[in-house]
T-cell receptor, first 116, second 109 residues
């Protein structure tokens, strides 16, 4: 029973290609996220969706476009891939508790993207 | 200045040692605080939330000092299995978490 799943786990592609990463959570959470972890292991938030609406859009190139068909899914589409896009991309989800600020995040296993 | 700063380490300690990590944050309006653990080539996982009164979970103790804007994690009686990267996380607004760059711990026999 995987709580947050991502596909594919590994993605190797050429510069200039367009690729998508899919994420699904079965926790019933309202909020989903995409993070990028680069070669230096720094974890940076890219996007956050709450009930299918974009609520956080950090400074990322507009080649990156998230899409949330429903609150259990948040996909990431990347156009015109560049060498610098090589990283591990993590999806996560959380559930805000009214009156509290607990919102623990549950992460997917990551997608290791390599752009050649 | 980064929103969340951690000493990157690495911390190399023998089994049984006590080790402490600190993390400072810049936004005084931050609401919630966490420590996550990330093993090599794995996803981050929640280790513990950090409450104003401080909290303990077995060998792990977390403290929050709002006045000085830092949180800490103390690990007692270190085990080999504690070797990992420890990430400090601060929620500054609903829906946004800022991760520190992590502190690497290696526990040696």
């Amino acid at each position: 029973d995987t709580a947050v799943s991502q596909t594919p786990k590994y993605l190797v592609t050429q510069m200039g290609n367009d690729k998508s990463i899919k994420c699904e959570q079965n926790l019933g959470h309202d909020t989903m996220y995409w993070y990028k972890q680069d070669s230096k292991k720094f974890l940076k938030i890219m996007f956050s969706y709450n009930n299918k609406e974009l609520i956080i859009n950090e400074t990322v190139p507009n080649r990156f476009s998230p899409k949330s068909p429903d609150k259990a899914h948040l996909n990431l589409h990347i156009n015109s891939l560049e060498l610098g896009d090589s990283a591990v991309y993590f999806c996560a989800s959380s559930q805000e508790v009214p009156g509290e600020y607990t919102d623990t995040q549950y992460f997917g296993p990551g997608t290791r993207l390599t752009v050649l | 200045r980064k929103e969340v700063e951690q000493d990157p380490g690495p911390f190399n300690v023998p089994e049984g040692a006590t080790v402490a990590f600190n993390c400072t944050y810049s936004n005084s309006a931050s609401q919630s605080f966490f420590w996550y653990r990330q093993d090599c080539r794995k996803e981050p996982k929640l280790l513990m939330s950090v409450y104003s009164s401080g909290n303990e979970d077995g060998r792990f103790t977390a403290q929050l000092n709002r006045a000085s804007q830092y949180i800490s994690l103390l690990i007692r009686d270190s085990k080999l299995s504690d070797s990992a990267t420890y990430l400090c996380v601060v929620n500054t607004n609903a829906g946004k978490s800022t991760f520190g760059d992590g502190t690497t711990l290696t526990v040696k026999p």
